[in-house]
């Protein structure tokens, strides 16, 4: 059998109510206001499709064994890179094999359950053992418009293979279209769409259910003979009406999260499967279907071991849980680099990126490995030949040691108004870790007056700088103080 091992999910900690949105950009659009419903999650200024691919790996990896994982398919239509591969540089942050199969699925808001079919397919052919898939977007839209209130922030990730499966992958139909409902060329910041009743009628009414019927004809079902079908679609009386054109009754359908989190763009099907898991019984038959430049539609039927799984993921459900009002909407749109600020001297000079170092050391920046010593166990970090333990001291008896997976607490902290921050203050300071070491550290969604000497923290893979004359992303680790909200 083929399937899902485990699952996660991400949503970022920040949520801009779009009442916001509409009292700072509504005297543009009026129109707006019919969208200005709920709220929606917004990326921090430190984060993006690629980070928040991380988390999702990270929440469905657990404390599985990463030697086991044969490869990484990462799905985005707002990947930082467009000739780098980011499925590489997530492979570092997670400290995969080096040997493992990496490869991002881009440009079409289906890649999220094409990239996850690609895993079940590698498993089930007998190339790979283990498979992760995840999709993740951030996509930006233009002030006053309406997508500006559609989109949101989210990622998810799907750990496939043939044991231990928490849901069996029962069959799949695709189809392809190159219905253009919107697009967004190379170079451009922002998608272009076409007529809104447009896109209801010929393109989420038609091609979803194309896609779901394909599939049920495929496996000889009947879509009454599932429990939860899940499929994408923001406009919320449009997702309503697919259910009922299918005769899918309303409490087995998944909601679109369009009023807590957004469209999430290719994310959005795989975040609305991993909801549903959060609820599923064993023995439940779910129908995941997705929507962008055509469809695919998958089966799965869950297994008891999905409470097992469920009880050790934060998930979508986690997060969901996990918020923090982002009440101030031109906050967001530096975030999103939609306004230029004044970011003075300290924020415009940004050294080069010296590839080379980062090739060298790509393990310590990326996974934040560090070592242990073998005679003693001390850990440290980064990378030392000779053990810090002044009682010990031994000499080239070191092995690697990860610290991103490790616990933490804030042993001292400072807020700096001098050093440059999109969200001033600056705060940093160290950490000591479970089991020993200590690193100096940035802390993030987290404000300065929260902070205490003590406080447990997680890692949180994340942007550290981005070069704008050079097109650079640059990546290290950051602390998340657990604040309540």
Not at 117 to 127: F, K, P, Q, S
Not at 456 to 474: A, C, L, P, Q, T
Request: proline share 4%.
């Amino acid at each position: 059998m083929t399937g899902l091992v485990s699952y996660g999910g991400f949503v970022p900690r920040y949520r801009l109510n779009r009442m916001n949105i509409f009292k700072a950009m509504g005297w543009f659009n009026p129109v707006t206001m019919g969208a200005a419903k709920g709220e929606k999650a917004v990326a921090n200024y430190d984060q993006d499709s690629l980070t928040m691919a991380t988390e999702a790996c990270l929440d469905c990896l657990g404390d599985a064994d990463r030697e086991r994982v044969d490869g990484l398919y990462v799905a985005s239509a707002t990947f930082p890179y467009r000739e780098r591969e980011n499925a590489g540089i997530i492979s570092s942050a997670l400290d995969l094999r080096d040997d493992v199969r990496a490869a991002d699925f881009s440009d079409s808001l289906k890649s999220g359950t094409t990239a996850l079919l690609a895993a079940l397919d590698a498993v089930e052919a007998g190339r790979a053992g283990t498979m992760l898939a995840a999709a993740a977007d951030c996509r930006v839209a233009k002030m006053g418009s309406m997508q500006e209130h559609y989109y949101g922030d989210g990622a998810a990730a799907f750990l496939t293979g043939t044991e231990d499966l928490i849901a069996e992958f029962k069959g799949a139909y695709s189809v392809s279209h190159d219905f253009v409902d919107h697009f967004r060329s190379d170079g451009m910041p922002f998608d272009r769409t076409w007529e809104e009743r447009w896109i209801k009628d010929a393109g989420y009414g038609k091609i979803i259910p194309e896609a779901i019927n394909g599939l049920l004809a495929k496996v000889g079902m009947e879509i009454k003979d599932f429990d939860k079908v899940v499929y994408p679609c923001h406009f919320d009386r449009v997702h309503k009406g697919i259910a009922a054109k299918l005769g899918i009754e309303p409490e087995r359908l998944q909601s679109n999260m369009s009023t807590t989190v957004g469209d999430a763009g290719s994310a959005q099907p795989l975040m609305m499967l991993a909801a549903a898991l959060e609820e599923a019984a064993p023995g439940d038959k779910i129908l995941v279907a997705s929507y962008g430049s055509g469809s695919d539609a998958l089966f799965f039927e869950v297994t008891d071991r999905i409470e097992e799984v469920r009880q050790a993921r934060k998930g979508i459900r986690g997060c969901l849980e996990n918020r923090e009002e982002l009440a101030n909407y031109e906050k967001y749109a530096v975030f999103r680099r939609i306004i230029p600020v004044e970011m003075g001297i300290r924020g415009e000079f940004e050294p080069p990126t010296a590839f080379s170092t980062l090739w060298k050391y790509k393990r310590t920046v990326l996974g934040l490995k560090g070592n242990r010593c073998t005679v003693c166990g001390t850990p440290v970090f980064p990378e030392q030949r000779i053990c810090v333990n002044p009682e010990c001291g031994a000499v080239d008896k070191m092995e690697p040691y990860r610290f991103s997976d490790k616990k933490g607490r804030i042993f001292t902290y400072t807020g700096d108004m001098l050093a440059f921050c999109i969200d001033p203050p600056q705060v940093y300071g160290l950490v000591d870790f479970e089991g020993g070491g200590r690193i100096w550290l940035d802390f993030t969604d987290c404000s300065l007056e929260s902070l205490k000497v003590g406080m447990e923290v997680d890692m949180s893979f994340r942007k550290k700088y981005y070069d704008h004359e050079r097109g650079i992303h640059g990546y290290f680790w950051k602390a998340v103080p657990r604040v309540e909200a």
